[in-house]
């Protein structure tokens, strides 16, 4: 604080939402800096379970201005049933504020993300078919609708019909998919645009002012590190920079601007989608770790693959995100084994064997993983109410990251619920170290 970016370390769904929700309550303003719905976070609070994939956790805090800032891609219908949903169960969103430079995910880009897929075919990335990656395709091609066109029903309409005009005949011919009529999705769009208007506004003069302020300012990024566009396992990425440093031009704001970085990553690891993944387990431990962990995707719900933690892979996580300080998340998951493999180092195609994430994507894909074996602890972790009270193999597991990434792990997460997160420095809502 009073700038400090959360980050994905892995392949995403590391349990950001929960330590961003922790740290929400400390904060003035929450921002999302980029990716779109694709991003889901589930939080637990009174037994109740809220699941987000556009507004930032902070909702759940009377007050907390939440930022869906210039980075991301916004579903507007998506967004609005969040909105409602929010409503409905009697969660404010009067605190919930647009960037005007955001992008909107239309249906053609939906129809599109799934098309290519199919087309695709063994060959695919395994996206959540949210219309992500065609959405940020447009932005970069300068062809994007941006949420302030809605501000202006004629304009909007009229670029419906100039993007109409060739996205369906792309839609038709390259993919023998429907095409779309603008009359409806003009139609339907105004009622989305009436529904969003009264939240668009220049976030980044907003966050910039609360910076001047000495406000808390949390930004949160979605997806991780390797599935950066420029730095993760591309092409099996998403279309956007998840890494820290794109949090300042996602909000717009200065890189100076940032104090800290807070990476968060799983006491395993796992990944949704195709991809190499070096450290993936045998079928029937994965099926364990998934059963335990509850690892099925928030946004699709789709099966995680799941692998043991890695090292290598979380250090070059610490390089290109300038990771100041480490949440580990679901340590309870590791209770029920007796050795717990952790991977220290690559083994790569010619023998040699690197601690170093591989610069190039063919070695990453042959890379062997070289494991150092930690005893487990075999013991529930439910009633530990301090970091010093965690069992000695686990507290020995914590130290062995620490000492490989030579970066402090402030937060330890011990279970689903809100409060089971232990915290190094006292922080209200987790248990004290
Ligand atoms: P897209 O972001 O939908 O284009 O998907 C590209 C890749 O990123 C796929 O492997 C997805 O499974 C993965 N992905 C996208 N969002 C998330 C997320 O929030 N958590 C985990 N994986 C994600």
């Known amino acids: 604080m009073p700038a400090t970016v959360i980050v994905g370390a892995q392949w995403g769904d590391e349990g950001k939402g929960k330590i961003v929700d922790l740290l929400a309550r400390h904060s003035d303003v929450v921002c999302r800096y980029q990716g779109g ?102 932005k970069a091609a300068r062809l994007g609708i941006r949420v302030q066109d809605i501000l202006d029903a004629k304009i909007l309409r009229q670029k419906f019909e100039t993007a109409l005009a060739e996205k369906n ?55 991780g590190t390797l599935l950066d566009l420029d730095h993760g396992t591309y092409p099996f990425v998403t279309s956007s920079n998840p890494v820290a440093g794109a949090a300042a031009t996602g909000v717009g704001i200065g890189p100076t601007r940032i104090d800290a970085v807070l990476g968060v990553a799983k006491a395993y690891v796992t990944r949704v989608g195709a991809g190499p993944f070096p450290t993936e387990m045998p079928p029937r431990e994965q099926e364990r770790v998934r059963e335990l962990g509850a690892e099925f995707g928030t946004t699709t719900g789709r099966e995680r693959r799941c692998g043991w933690l890695d090292l290598v892979a979380l ?35 010619d023998g040699t064997e690197t601690a170093e994430f591989p610069a190039h994507q063919s070695d990453f894909h042959h890379a062997e993983p070289v494991y150092e074996v ?26 062995f990251a620490e000492e490989a990434l030579d970066v402090e792990v402030t937060l330890v997460g011990t279970g689903a619920e809100r409060e089971r997160v232990l915290a190094r420095t006292p922080l209200a809502g987790a248990a004290r170290a």
């Open 169 to 223: 005949v792309v839609l038709e011919r390259v993919y023998r998919a429907e095409p779309l009529a603008v009359e409806e999705l003009a139609e339907r769009m105004e009622s989305l645009a009436a529904r969003l208007r009264p939240y668009v506004a220049d976030t980044s003069l907003l966050v910039e002012r609360a910076l001047k302020d000495g406000r808390r300012v949390l930004l949160e990024g979605a997806q």
């Open 37 to 138: 719905p694709n991003a889901g976070h589930t939080i637990v609070l009174d037994g109740d379970v809220y699941k987000l994939h556009h507004v930032p956790s902070g909702i759940l805090y009377p007050g907390t201005v939440c930022v869906v800032a210039a980075g991301c891609v916004v579903d507007p219908g998506l967004l609005v049933r969040e909105l409602d949903e929010l409503e409905e169960r009697g969660v404010s969103t009067d605190a919930v504020r647009l960037s005007g430079n955001a992008h909107l995910i239309m249906p053609w880009h939906v129809a599109i993300d799934s098309a290519s897929e199919r087309r695709l075919g063994t060959l695919q990335i395994g996206t959540t078919k949210r219309g992500i990656g065609p959405a940020y395709a447009d």
């Open 374 to 399: 930690l005893p487990g602890w075999r013991e529930p972790l439910d009633g530990v109410a301090a970091l010093d009270g965690l069992p000695a193999a686990a507290r020995r597991y914590v130290a």
């Open 315 to 349: 250090r070059f996580a610490v390089r290109v995100n300038g990771i100041t300080s480490l949440a580990l998340t679901k340590l309870d998951v590791l209770s029920q084994f007796d050795e717990i493999p952790v991977c220290v180092a690559y083994r790569l195609r």
